[in-house]
Each structure stands twice: as structure tokens, then as C-alpha cells.
């Protein structure tokens, strides 16, 4: 599965689409490769919720490990994809579409501009795999 | 000595690491304390050890020497003799369920089975494989709670009917929060406490209720309202139940329990001065992600055959590390194993037989202390299972120690754990005791506090 163009990466491997104000976050196929089966997602955070960038608002949970997802920028969560609690798969058969996680109207724009793009993103995923 | 490293390994490590000998490793502790003279007595022989230790333990003495009316969280049961003798089995001697679980099916089978039976027992969806105690069970509830809520939730409501420990428990694990209350048990000048007062106590901002069924002091109380208006906030209810009770009793989960918790020592634990107990973990399904501890689940294998597996441990510690929701979950296989036996030995109807036993034999000893002159039952009105409540015309520690001469440990001295209870002692009676022992007791209690 190649990493879509028009999305930013976090060395954390989850993918942002920036869409006016809204930034939507989800895993990577890097990540849910890494996970295998996800057989849970718990959401730590709900709408209305003001978060900091950096802070966990859900957890993946495959058959071998628990990973934290966050978002690099704060604001305020605007929406939680809640189809996932019943098809935490989505996550690994669709994690650039259905599989979005949450989206967040961010505060400070500057915050998003350490992220990667497509191409840095495999550059940093070659040099981890070795 | 065992040893398990050579010179020669011990002085490559110490090379690995630059070091020049053992003891510069512990140079950070001050010196006086380093290597501290141990004013220990001459070694013995095997046969002057055994001889020693055998005269030190022949100064206590236990339930096989004195009738005991002590009960408060730990009782007295009869335990048929094969518990132990399938308990000690080679196979099954480890109090963990092991880390390579899945080659010890037998382990696996009867962990599944103990906690088919828990829920059996108590109504509730799902069993964990055990906690240490009953005291951690209730900590561990409200633990749960605080998570399920993400920490939303700050107040935390116990009865002042809970077990005096218990409660000291959940406040030992609670502590870390620091935004968490604790609330609903706080001193009173009446004896007991209100359920309707606890109950007014419930709002939006609590997490769980955690409630003793049969109490503290033996009662049964119908939680119905308290449990509508905790359900009606959605708060979680937390039952902290007797086991034996259960054999008569409307179960937990009947009630509309969110967590059930307690402690399993009845179901054929001895009482060994106070452990190692069993700590009864049982949830309603909704909460199984929050569950901590391990869980065993049947499948099927790769032949088709029936097999057991841990199961849901991506939540457990040694995956989610500091996102667990508790790291102090470590079971009591080998108790939760002993409950197991007794439960499968005595079967259905002898559960509900011993609990029976228990209920009249108490009703038959409550009825004859309150006839006795200074003696009266402190809750008239309020039935109870296995335990009650009297006052005494003397301070209780007195009337106990004037006991022991004639071989009886007398009941729980309440006014130590609540000085609203002067004079008011907690008596327990199990199937063992028979009516001439109770007789005895009351005899003796007549004979105490005479003039």
C-alpha cells in the first residue's frame, strides 16, 4: 500500500490531512503492519474535548501490542470516527480512507510544519527497517 | 551455596562494566550501613531447627484449639479433605498462571473453570483469574472506575459498611489520584449509617459505589434504590460480596452489579492467620477492556479440538505497561484453584446447604445471646445472613479475653474500627460450629459478665 501523496506523516506514523482549519489523523500502513491484527480502538478523548499536541486521545490495540495515537498540533476535537469501536479492522484494511481516526479544528497552524510529506515519510521508513 | 556464576564470569562482568570488585558496586550506600554486622545466633542442625521452630509455633493457637465466633471478613468453614490433596499435585503446585500458559492446559482448564463458576455465582458476565484479596478486589474496582471514566469522574462513594480494611485499601490505591475523593464513610455518632444519606450523595461527578453485601456487620440490606440511582447518573455499582452468602441470597448481578468483588477465603481457603486469600474479580461485559488481570478463554486448536488460551492480554501489563489499567493484578491461581475444588466437591445443592447452615445456626445463637441480661441484637429490624451485631454490658476486648479460659474466641471487637460502636461486638457463625458449641459460647458469655 503506498503512503497517499496529499497527506503529512509524524515520525509517530500516523497520516494528517489538513482541510481548512480541520486536521483529520489516522494510522499509517506502516503502523498497522507493524501492529498486525487491530482488535481494539478506544478513544481517550471525545468532541468538544480541547487537547494538546503530543497528548494520546486513542489507543490501537492488535492481537500483540497497544499503540498510542496523537495529534501534532492542539485545538479541539471536532469528530471521532466511532464506526471503528465496531470494526477496529478498518484500521487494517483501509487506514488512509474509512480508517480515519479523529478530526480536530487546531489552533496554531505553525505547529503542523515539522510534518513530513509522502516522500520523507518512506525515506524515514527505509532508514528504520535497515 | 549455590552460585550460579564462576570467578571467571564475575570478573569478566566486572571488567564489562568497570568495575574493580563486587563491593564498588555498592558504594552509594553509606558506609556504615554497608556491610552491617549481623548479630545472628550459631547454625543449627536439621533436627535442633525443626525441634526449635516446632516449640515457637506451639505458642499460638488457632481454630483447632479454640471455638471461634470470629469471623469480620475471614470465616471458618469446614474444607473437605481432598481440596488439599488435589491441590498439592505436582502439576498443579505454582500460585501463577505461568507465562508460557498455553502448554499447561490443565492450569488453563481449571482457571477457565473457577472463573465459569464466579460467574455462576455471582450473575456477573466475566471472571478475571483472580486478585490477592478481597481488600485489592475493592481497590482494584475503584481503580477500574477512575479509568473507565478517564478520570472524569473524581468522587469515589464507600459505604461505612465496608470492611474497615478494605476501605483503608481503596485509599492506599487512590492515593496516586490526587483530584480523587474518597467519600461516604466517614464517622458518624450513630451505629451503622443511612443508606437513604449515601444515596443523596450520588451525583454526575461519581465514578463507582461501592457497597458490602451481606455489610460490614452481617446485614442484608436491598440495594434496589441505590442501585437505580447510581445507574440513573451513570455511575458504576460495585458489590462487595460474602461467596457463601450467594448459596442463599439474590446474586449480585440480579441486583444490576456493574463490577462484583470478594473475597473468596470462605470457599475452602484456610484461614492461615490471614492469608493467602482469594481476591474475586467478576464485571458485567461492557467492562471487560478495563479488566485488569488475566483471563482465560476456550477455543478451539488447529484439530478442532477443545483448547485454552489467554485471552485479551493486548490490556495487560506486560504489553500496555503504564496504559494497564493496573499493574498490581497478580492472581492467586493456586487459591482460585482450592475454590475451584471446593465448590465442584460440595456441588450445587451442598453450597446452598452449608449456606443455610450458616444462616439458622447464627439465627439460633443471635436469638439466644439477646436473651441473655445486658445482651441485645443492635439492629432489630434488619435481616442478616451469618454475622450480627450485639451490645454488651462490658467492653468487648474484656469479655474476650475472659473468653479464652474457656477456649472460645469471641467476636469482633467493632469499637476499633469505629468508635461510634463501643461495647458492640460482630459474632460469626459457620456450619462448623455445632449447637453444643454454641451453647458453650453462651454459657460462657452468661458466666463472663456476671456479677
Given at each position: 500500500m503506498e503512503n497517499p501523496k496529499e497527506l503529512k506523516y509524524t515520525k509517530t506514523d500516523e497520516w494528517v490531512k489538513l482541510e481548512g482549519d480541520l486536521a483529520i489523523v489516522g494510522i499509517t500502513n506502516y503502523a498497522q503492519e507493524q501492529l498486525s491484527d487491530i482488535v481494539y480502538v478506544e478513544f481517550m478523548a471525545e468532541e468538544g474535548d480541547s487537547v494538546s499536541k503530543g497528548d494520546a486521545v486513542a489507543t490501537v490495540e492488535s492481537v500483540k501490542a497497544a499503540a498510542d495515537v496523537q495529534f501534532p498540533v492542539s485545538g479541539t476535537i471536532a469528530a471521532v470516527n466511532e464506526e471503528l469501536v465496531d470494526a477496529p479492522e478498518t484500521l487494517n484494511t483501509d487506514p488512509y480512507d474509512t480508517g480515519w481516526m479523529m478530526k480536530l479544528k487546531f489552533d496554531?497552524?505553525?505547529?503542523?510544519?515539522d510534518l513530513l510529506d509522502a516522500q520523507a515519510y518512506d525515506a524515514y521508513n527505509e532508514e528504520r527497517e535497515g | 551455596m549455590f552460585t550460579p556464576h564462576t570467578p571467571q564470569e564475575i570478573e569478566e562482568m566486572l571488567k564489562v562494566i568497570g568495575v574493580?570488585?563486587?563491593?564498588?558496586?555498592?558504594?552509594?550506600?553509606p558506609e556504615k550501613h554497608r556491610f552491617p554486622e549481623l548479630n545472628l545466633p550459631e547454625p543449627l542442625s536439621e533436627i535442633e531447627l525443626a525441634s526449635y521452630l516446632k516449640e515457637i509455633s506451639s505458642a499460638n493457637a488457632s481454630t483447632e484449639d479454640f471455638i471461634s465466633f470470629l469471623g469480620a471478613g475471614a470465616y471458618n468453614h469446614y474444607i473437605p479433605a481432598a481440596v488439599d490433596m488435589i491441590l498439592r499435585r505436582g502439576e498443579f503446585y505454582t500460585a501463577y498462571t505461568p507465562?508460557?500458559?498455553?502448554?499447561?492446559q490443565g492450569t488453563l482448564q481449571a482457571t477457565f473453570e473457577f472463573q465459569s463458576l464466579m460467574t455462576e455465582l455471582t450473575g456477573m458476565d466475566v471472571s478475571n483469574a483472580s486478585h490477592y484479596d478481597g481488600a485489592t478486589t475493592a481497590a482494584e474496582a475503584a481503580n477500574l472506575a477512575y479509568y473507565f471514566f478517564r478520570g472524569k469522574r473524581k468522587k469515589v462513594i464507600v459505604s461505612r459498611a465496608v470492611n474497615p480494611q478494605y476501605r483503608e485499601t481503596i485509599r492506599t490505591y487512590l492515593q496516586g489520584f490526587d483530584d480523587v475523593v474518597v467519600t461516604g464513610d466517614e464517622e458518624t455518632s450513630k451505629a451503622g449509617y443511612e443508606l437513604q444519606d449515601l444515596i443523596s450523595l450520588i451525583d454526575r461527578d461519581t465514578s463507582i459505589v461501592l457497597i458490602q453485601?451481606?455489610?460490614?456487620?452481617g446485614r442484608v440490606i436491598d440495594y434496589a434504590n441505590l442501585v437505580e440511582k447510581a445507574h440513573s447518573v451513570g455511575a458504576l455499582i460495585a458489590f462487595v460480596f460474602n461467596p457463601t452468602s450467594l448459596g442463599l441470597l439474590k446474586p449480585p448481578g440480579a441486583f444490576g452489579a456493574d463490577i462484583a468483588v470478594g473475597e473468596g477465603q470462605p470457599l475452602g481457603i484456610p484461614l492461615s492467620f490471614g492469608g493467602p486469600y482469594l481476591g474475586i474479580f467478576t464485571i458485567k461485559d461492557r467492562l471487560v477492556r478495563k479488566l485488569a488481570g488475566r483471563l482465560v478463554g476456550e477455543t478451539i486448536d488447529q484439530d478442532g479440538k477443545r483448547a485454552f488460551v489467554l485471552t485479551l492480554t493486548a490490556r495487560e501489563q506486560h504489553i500496555r505497561?503504564?496504559?494497564?489499567?493496573?499493574?498490581?493484578?497478580?492472581?492467586q491461581g493456586l487459591m482460585a484453584l482450592a475454590a475451584t475444588i471446593y465448590l465442584s466437591l460440595i456441588g450445587k445443592e451442598g453450597f446452598k446447604q452449608v449456606a443455610n447452615l450458616c444462616y439458622q445456626k447464627a439465627h439460633y445463637a443471635a436469638k439466644r445471646i439477646s436473651m441473655l441480661k445486658g445482651f441485645e441484637l443492635a439492629f432489630i429490624d434488619t435481616p442478616f445472613f451469618h454475622e450480627f451485631v450485639v451490645k454488651t454490658p462490658q467492653p468487648v476486648s474484656q469479655i474476650n479475653l475472659r473468653l479464652q479460659n474457656h477456649w472460645i474466641l469471641g467476636g469482633y471487637d467493632l469499637s476499633q474500627a469505629y468508635?461510634?460502636?463501643?461495647n458492640h461486638m460482630l459474632i460469626a457463625v459457620t456450619e462448623k460450629l455445632s449447637k453444643h458449641d454454641i451453647d458453650d459460647f453462651i454459657a460462657a458469655l452468661e458466666e463472663v459478665t456476671g456479677d
Open positions: 496554531d497552524p505553525a505547529e503542523l510544519e | 574493580n570488585s563486587i563491593e564498588d558496586l555498592f558504594v552509594q550506600v507465562y508460557q500458559p498455553e502448554i499447561s453485601y451481606p455489610d460490614f456487620f505497561r503504564e496504559r494497564s489499567t493496573s499493574n498490581i493484578c497478580t492472581n468508635p461510634e460502636m463501643e
